[in-house]
């Protein structure tokens, strides 16, 4: 008779390994530590963990890192990394509190948009 705590898993792809939830990468958080930030601001790694005392850092906050030695996305750095967008903000607020990134907004997130502008588009679209 087989044994049923190893009988085969849904949570196990034996291509990819076991597949990790979300909550548990984030430690059940789903709001990032320090102030909120556009999805298109721009990220830089500004340090590594092995020179900051008392840092720990997972295995994702790891491949942040790695991917964001030249500037970008927030956005684009989920993608890369295969990761939603919340548990990316999530640990780029580790990140930004251990003082391993910088975050920059781009001048337009600052600025909302000119109501003209948008208008002047919303006609052109209806006019094709």
């Not at 990140?95 to 502008?117: E, F, H, T, W, Y």
């Amino acid at each position: 008779m087989p044994d049923p705590l190893r009988a085969p898993h849904d949570w196990l792809d034996h291509e990819a390994g076991p597949v990790v939830r979300p909550y548990a990468v984030t430690q059940g958080r789903v709001a990032p530590s320090a102030t909120d930030y556009d999805l298109v601001a721009f990220v830089q790694a500004t340090g590594t963990a092995e020179g900051t005392p008392g840092v720990i850092l997972q295995p994702e906050h790891h491949a942040i890192m790695s991917a964001c030695w030249e500037r970008v996305t927030v956005v684009e750095l989920a993608a890369r990394l295969d990761l939603s967008i919340g548990v990316v903000r999530v640990l780029l607020g580790d990140l930004r509190s251990a003082g391993l990134i910088s975050l920059s907004q781009p001048a337009a997130a600052d600025q909302p948009p000119d109501v003209d502008v948008l208008k002047a588009v919303a006609h052109g679209l209806r006019a094709l």
